[in-house]
């Protein structure tokens, strides 16, 4: 199955275009210009550099979140447009889960983390367990510094949360280890990894379905 893996939960956006298991082609959207501007044209071209087109597209798997608002809302409109106009299978993958996939078959558990301000961030503990990630916690909301501090044993920190407190990390380096540089963003890679389990399982997402926000947005909190 040739299948299209779209990342946008952070303002480091990307997509990758897998045929099963194997990474056909991988390219990181410009982080200085809107994102809702350039991903059409993106993914065009990056089909275009595989010489396929969007019609050899067998199947769609797309972050759903924890993240940023206005990314999630645009990678999940982008590949539903698809997934309607193309009649293709679409699966969601968890950013958090997304991430454990950077680093597969780990020796250490992993923290994943995804920013949300300063200290505060969403995160999930995983352990990789025959080939597969198993989550042992997934869509919490806390601070870096305290969920570093509850770590009993040497666990690997992924995402832009670790990125952002470099400071507390340092501080910290008995158990909390910062992950390999190449590993250590939520990437279309991973969700693609993710993805091809739901694919191959065939555990599409439900439609009319919305991101994982876990928090409400500035305007809902703005409704209360």
């Known amino acids: 199955m040739i299948f299209l893996a779209l990342e946008t939960a952070t303002t480091r956006s990307s997509m990758a275009v897998f045929r099963d298991q194997t990474l056909l082609g991988f390219v990181e959207c410009e982080s200085n210009r809107s ?3 350039q991903i059409i044209p993106t993914i065009h071209k990056l089909l ?3 010489s396929l087109t969007i019609t050899d597209l067998q199947g769609l798997a797309v972050s759903i979140g924890p993240g940023t608002f206005t990314g999630l809302r645009v990678g999940l409109a982008t590949m539903t447009a698809f997934r309607l106009a193309l009649g293709l299978p679409l699966v969601g993958v968890s950013t958090l889960e ?3 996939w950077n680093l597969p078959n780990s020796d250490l558990p ?5 920013s949300i301000r300063a200290e505060k961030m969403y995160w999930g503990r995983f352990r990789w367990e025959n080939g597969l990630p198993v989550c042992a916690e997934l869509d919490q ?11 009993t044993e040497p ?10 407190n470099q400071a507390i990390l340092q501080s910290n380096d008995v158990l909390a280890l910062q992950g390999p540089l190449d590993a250590i963003w939520p990437s279309a890679k991973g969700i693609g990894q993710a993805g091809w389990q739901l694919l191959k ?7 009319g379905c919305t991101p994982r926000y876990v928090q409400p947005s500035y305007a809902e909190i703005g409704k209360v």
Do not use: K, Y
């Not at 992993?110 to 995804?114: A, K, M, R």
């Not at 909301?141 to 770590?151: K, P, Y």
């Open 35 to 37: 994102l809702t501007t």
């Open 48 to 50: 275009g550099e595989l």
């Open 98 to 100: 997304g991430l454990a």
């Open 110 to 114: 992993i923290l994943s983390t995804v």
């Open 141 to 151: 909301i806390g601070q870096f510094s305290e969920v570093c501090a509850g770590l």
């Open 155 to 164: 666990t690997i920190i992924l995402g832009d949360g670790c990125i952002r």
């Open 201 to 207: 399982n065939e555990q599409w997402l439900p439609e």
